[in-house]
């Protein structure tokens, strides 16, 4: 299976860090964000990479060549322009055949594939997402009204939890062409298309865990917990 990684955008949310850097080459360790990804898809025996990349991608470039260094075989998408999660992928599309991963260049992951390509094939999906479970406590107390305005509970803070899409699926190709070509796009819209189409779109949460590195502050809790722990996230 090929994978298409997701590198080429802007990352605002962790400027200042990102004015020189694009946001997957932020070194954790001894090695880039990418290098980490790079390393888990070689480690699945997905070494066939095409790496989307846009802003100062010549860094990305530049480091990681053509991935013989790394045990991949790297070609590159290049974009003029922000596109977005969805129009970066679209912009991959010449690269792609048939069923391929997809993941975010942003993020550390470390499951296994197994089960989330079996369920893919068993129910012939379009799209298959890998989520995670999530939760949060709100910053303000909920208030519940009646029809008649009368108050029926007041629950301070309440926590919610529920499962959230981590930025890595396994697609089909026919799934680009929810996506417009050369144009700002986000992944949801993208979903949002084909399932009002009536695709058959799945999710599955894998044993293991996943890393968010989407602004400062998750960043630094990930190098935290990387020095801590000598290299090995928990």
């Known amino acids: 299976m090929k994978a ?47 790496v989307c990349v846009g802003y100062l991608q010549k860094v990305i470039e530049e480091y990681f060549e053509n991935g013989a260094d790394f045990g991949a075989q790297i070609s590159y ?4 322009k922000p596109l977005g999660t969805a ?14 991963l997809c ?24 799209a298959t997402m890998v989520l995670m479970d999530y939760k949060t406590k709100m910053k303000y107390g909920f208030i519940d009204l009646g029809k008649d305005n009368s108050v029926l509970q007041w629950r301070e803070k309440p926590e919610v939890s ?22 700002m796009y986000g992944m949801d819209v993208a979903f949002k298309n084909a399932l009002s189409e009536g695709e058959t779109i799945c999710g599955i949460r894998p044993k293991g865990q996943v890393i968010d590195i989407g602004d400062k502050e998750s960043y630094e809790k990930a190098v935290e917990a990387y020095d801590s722990e000598f290299g090995k996230i928990l």
């Not at 997957?24 to 025996?45: A, R, T």
């Not at 529920?162 to 144009?183: A, D, Q, S, T």
Request: proline share 6%; hydrophobic share 40%; with cysteine.
């Open 4 to 50: 298409v990684v997701l590198a080429g955008g802007l990352g605002t949310r962790l400027r200042p860090y990102t004015y020189f850097l694009p946001k997957p080459m932020l070194p954790l360790g001894y090695k880039p964000l990418l290098g980490h990804i790079i390393d888990w898809l070689v480690s699945l025996k997905i070494t066939n990479l095409v």
């Open 103 to 126: 993941v975010y260049g942003d993020s550390l992951y470390d499951f296994e594939l197994k089960e989330v390509v079996k369920l893919h094939e068993k129910r012939g999906a379009l």
């Open 77 to 80: 998408s290049r974009s003029q």
């Open 162 to 183: 529920n499962l959230i899409n981590v930025g890595c699926y396994i697609m089909e190709k026919e799934f680009l062409k929810y996506i417009p070509e050369n144009k």
């Open 87 to 100: 129009g970066q992928l679209k912009h991959a599309e010449p690269f792609v055949d048939g069923s391929f």
